[in-house]
């Protein structure tokens, strides 16, 4: 059962700008409810995308740097990244069919 990766501002670019495949980040806060829906969401893609796209966790209150430099301004913010560079932005809770869809489209 895979899991989402936990990304900080010190592995960020390693982990996601580097990534060989595209990677799907979740900006997200404890104190934030629809951060607490996401999370089972993002977990269960973590396990149907596995090995074709990385899914990682990125807690804005502990890394305000990477937050700040992808202008990050609500959360849940969920950013695709692909060859280095943001290719999708959702802002807000989705339902799991909608994430599916943004991310069949970048594979």
Same mark, same amino acid.
Not at 45 to 59: F, H
Not at 69 to 86: C, E, H, N, R, V
Not at 91 to 98: H, S, T
């Given at each position: 059962?895979? #899991?989402?990766? %936990?990304?900080?501002?010190?592995?960020?670019?390693?982990?996601?700008?580097?990534? #060989?495949?595209?990677?799907?980040?979740?900006?997200?806060?404890?104190?934030?409810?629809?951060?607490?829906?996401? %999370?089972?969401?993002? %977990?269960?893609?973590?396990?149907?995308?596995?090995?074709?796209?990385?899914?990682?966790? &990125?807690?804005?209150?502990?890394?305000?740097?990477?937050?700040?430099?992808?202008?990050?301004?609500?959360?849940?913010? &969920?950013?695709?990244? #692909?060859?280095?560079?943001?290719?999708?932005?959702?802002?807000?809770? @989705?339902? #799991?069919?909608?994430?599916? @869809?943004? &991310?069949?489209?970048?594979?």
């Amino acid at each position: 059962m895979s #899991k989402p990766t %936990e990304v900080n501002d010190s592995n960020f670019d390693q982990m996601v700008l580097q990534s #060989k495949t595209p990677v799907l980040v979740d900006f997200w806060a404890a104190w934030c409810g629809p951060c607490r829906m996401v %999370e089972p969401i993002v %977990e269960e893609l973590a396990n149907d995308y596995e090995g074709k796209v990385t899914i990682a966790r &990125l807690n804005v209150d502990e890394n305000p740097k990477t937050a700040s430099q992808y202008g990050i301004m609500s959360i849940p913010t &969920l950013l695709i990244f #692909k060859d280095g560079a943001p290719v999708s932005n959702i802002v807000g809770f @989705r339902p #799991k069919a909608e994430l599916k @869809r943004s &991310l069949d489209t970048i594979l």
